[in-house]
């Protein structure tokens, strides 16, 4: 049974990362996705400089997540109120986002940073939102500088969180912290 070598190995890695508290049953997914939300939270309070990254495979699962967690922040008072709603979904100041289109020349994203060696935001550049109206959102670059733009015009930004949507393309080229 030249199968039977495989299924040992799978089942000696499951029950070595279930040892190591490295893999987490749960009855339902309702369940699974509560403690997750848990832990990412108990994360982030733990390592509020530190970034986090939840993958889902769903798309449904990652909206699924992304509301949990934003529930869970405004519940902590993390996001300020109101928040501003732009292309369907709300942002608001602390929420973490990440843009998704380039802009090499600074045409639609302004550095507010004077004599910042960068101008640009790239795929993937992740930040903080510090302020937003539905007319400019500032953001605070995860480097350190301070960039603003319209929504309107702007549109390729997607909550750090939700984009765990795209995230199994952008996690390759992310250095995250956690």
């Known amino acids: 049974m030249p199968w039977r070598g495989d299924w040992i190995r799978v089942w000696w890695r499951v029950a070595t990362l279930t040892?190591?508290?490295?893999?987490?049953?749960?009855?339902?997914r309702?369940?699974?996705?509560?403690?997750?939300v848990a832990r990412y939270m108990a994360d982030r309070a733990k390592h509020p400089a530190g970034s986090q990254l939840i993958v889902a495979y769903r798309n449904a699962d990652a909206r699924s997540l992304n509301?949990?967690?934003?529930?869970?922040?405004?519940?902590?008072g993390e996001l300020a109120h109101p928040a501003v709603l732009i292309g369907g979904r709300d942002y608001a100041a602390s929420d973490r986002i990440v843009f998704l289109s380039n802009d090499h020349?600074?045409?639609?994203?302004?550095?507010?940073?004077?004599?910042?060696?960068?101008?640009?935001?790239?795929?993937?550049?992740?930040?903080?939102?510090e302020h937003?109206?539905?007319e400019r959102l500032t953001v605070r670059l995860d480097d350190g500088r301070a960039v603003a733009f319209h929504p309107g015009v702007y549109k390729g930004i997607a909550h750090a969180v939700h984009a765990i949507e795209r995230a199994l393309d952008l996690a390759r080229g992310l250095g995250l912290g956690r």
């Open 19 to 28: 040892r190591n508290r490295r893999l987490h049953w749960t009855d339902t």
């Open 30 to 36: 309702a369940g699974a996705r509560a403690e997750l």
């Open 67 to 76: 509301d949990a967690v934003r529930d869970a922040r405004r519940a902590a």
């Open 105 to 129: 020349q600074g045409h639609q994203v302004a550095n507010l940073d004077r004599g910042a060696q960068a101008s640009d935001v790239k795929n993937g550049t992740l930040g903080t939102i």
């Open 132 to 134: 937003a109206t539905p």
